[in-house]
Every structure is written in C-alpha cells, then in structure tokens.
C-alpha cells in the first residue's frame, strides 16, 4: 500500500506565494516521476510539473517563471514552490508518483485557493 501526503495548500492573495509537499510512503517501488496536477472547478486535470529520477523538470506553460518543482535527495519527498500567484492558479493540487514499473499513485489533493 502507497501513501501519498500533501500539505502546504492555502488560501493566499493575488501575488503571493505557496510551497506544497508531497510525502511518498509504504510499499512503493522505486520512484521514476513525480509531479504536479491540478484540477480547478469546472475544468479538467491538468499537468504543472514533473521531475523524475535525474532531476529533470518540464513545467506547463501557466507556471513557467513562476513554479518551481523539486525532489528531497533521496527522499520520497517532492516540493512546489508557487510564486507570483494569480487567480487563475485557485485549484486542487495532486501529487503524482510513478514508480519504475510504471504504476501510477494519486495524493488526495490540495486546496489552493488565491483571492483577489
């Protein structure tokens, strides 16, 4: 069994910042990818950012100069930073692992929500 931890999510205003985490635990093989989804109301899940093994990132274009993904060394723990926050960023944030055999785990989100 895999759990996946997610913290940092908040309520912010326009401009300010966020960092959330993703914890990885249990029986997880070893991990090939994290990454970033996110899922605002009305619209379909989409990707922020991943890195994988090497350390090798790729945002979406909505985050670019703004998110930055990271992963803890060794650890099973991955990291956003989210600056320059805009309304349009207000959605539920996923944590996605794969691990080398290419077996997919969801966090249970989230919430991030930037006023105006």
């Known amino acids: 069994q895999v759990q996946l931890v997610e913290s940092g999510g908040g309520l912010v205003q326009t401009g300010g910042s966020l960092r959330l985490s993703c914890a990885a635990s249990g029986s997880i093989f070893s991990i090939a990818t994290m990454g970033w989804h996110r899922q605002a109301p009305g619209k379909q899940r989409e990707l922020v950012a991943v890195i994988d093994s090497g350390g090798n990132t790729n945002y979406a274009d909505s985050g670019k100069g703004r998110f930055t993904i990271s992963r803890a060394g060794a650890a099973n723990t991955m990291y956003l930073q989210m600056n320059s926050l805009n309304v349009e960023d207000t959605a539920v944030y996923y944590c996605?692992?794969?691990?080398?055999?290419?077996?997919?785990?969801w966090g249970q989100g989230t919430q991030v929500t930037v006023s105006s």
């Open positions: 996605l692992v794969i691990d080398a055999r290419s077996r997919s785990y």
